[in-house]
């Protein structure tokens, strides 16, 4: 017989559904999510740390998980090393799985980590709230009720960093990746363009280290909560080495340029959320998931605004107007989601080539 649970949000309404993976109860602030495949990507993807997540898709776990090759720094089909979210929530859980790589089901990896799910559940119902009312604060009880929690009031950057520096890949030019809780196809992205990923933690003073360019990661949480980061972003402008920075890195490199961020009531969740580049008709479709945004207003008249949100004109990317900066929102590696921005990994290495020169 199958157990039952509940969602509670912050707001009262409850949602009962039934139990799958780890039978403990959990908290964390409730988003949802649009991919139609991808679910283990999803799970293991750092940005989520500190979430409930919510899968629209209407059947998941119909293909299981397949085998982790724990001795890899980078694994195939897994963004991290572990299960992220505090919680998955989703419509039609299948409990048979089929799939030539499958190793186990995904309520037991959920098990595995000690997060819970729960399935028969009306997603479309539960998105439309989120949707209405902005972001919220969630629980999930089955054992025994816990308090709300709030991941904005935790540096979860600490949380899910590498613990220390690494080597992956070799190539010719060495790019060092600040872990803010990077998802591994950001490192699959530099090393396929023959790149050495000097990987080092959230903390990690890598104005040390000879590099030719610097990749500041995604990330969870709120940014100014990574204040040795971004002191440590302030001396790296002034090498003037070519600088990336993706979601969490897009909002570190404009506090580090004295610009500022806010929290967004709703935030941009989904695998379709349309960009523009500023000033041209140029659109893109892009992955994100975050909750906070760069105030255009409040940008230095070194920085401008490189992509805007064509839904609610919000800041999606930075570049500096005369040296090799830039940054994008939204998730130019998407694993699991859409890739028609690849294109700007490319355009890092050919910054760092051209400063080489």
């Not at 595995?112 to 209405?132: C, K, S």
């Not at 975050?290 to 570049?319: M, Q, R």
Request: charged content about 20%; proline content about 5%; aromatic content about 10%.
């Amino acid at each position: 017989m199958i157990k039952k649970g509940k969602l509670i949000l912050e707001d009262g309404t409850i949602f009962e559904g039934k139990i799958f993976g780890a039978p403990h109860s959990s908290a964390g602030e409730v988003v949802f999510h649009t991919a139609v495949t991808g679910y283990i990507e999803s799970i293991s993807d750092p940005s989520y740390s500190g979430q409930i997540l919510v899968l629209t898709y209407p059947l998941i776990g119909n293909y299981g998980v397949p085998a982790f090759n724990r001795n890899d720094s980078v694994p195939d089909f897994f963004e991290s090393n572990k299960v992220q979210p505090s919680g998955l929530i989703v419509a039609d859980y299948s409990i048979e799985y089929s799939h030539w790589r499958a190793e186990k089901s995904l309520s037991d990896w959920l098990k595995e980590f000690n997060v819970p799910g729960l399935f028969d559940i009306d997603t479309r119902a539960l998105t439309q709230i989120l949707r209405n009312k902005g972001a919220m604060l969630g629980k999930i009880i089955i054992d025994e009720d816990v308090d709300f929690f709030d991941p904005d009031k935790v540096n979860l950057v600490e949380k899910v960093t590498v613990k220390q520096s690494e080597i992956i890949g070799t190539g010719d030019l060495k790019v060092v990746l600040i872990d803010l809780g990077t998802k591994n196809n950001i490192i699959r992205s530099l090393t396929q363009r023959g790149v050495q990923v000097i990987r080092v933690p959230w903390d990690y003073d890598f104005n040390e280290i000879d590099y030719d360019g610097l990749l500041v990661s995604n990330g969870p949480g709120n940014p100014k909560r990574c204040e040795i980061t971004i002191q440590n972003l302030k001396i790296a402008f002034k090498k003037e080495k070519p600088i990336f920075g993706i979601c969490l890195g897009n909002q570190l490199m404009a506090l580090a340029a004295g610009a500022d961020t806010f929290k967004m009531k709703y935030g941009h969740r989904s695998h379709n959320q349309p960009v523009l580049i500023k000033g041209t008709d140029r659109a893109y479709i892009t992955s994100q998931n975050h909750g906070y945004a760069v105030d255009n207003s409040t940008l230095p008249a070194t920085w401008e605004p490189y992509f805007i949100n064509l839904n609610d004109d919000t800041n999606e990317g930075l570049k500096h107007i005369s040296l090799p900066f830039f940054s994008v929102q939204f998730h130019p590696e998407a694993a699991s989601g859409p890739t028609d921005t690849d294109f700007l990994f490319d355009q890092f290495i050919k910054n760092i080539r051209a400063s080489k020169l």
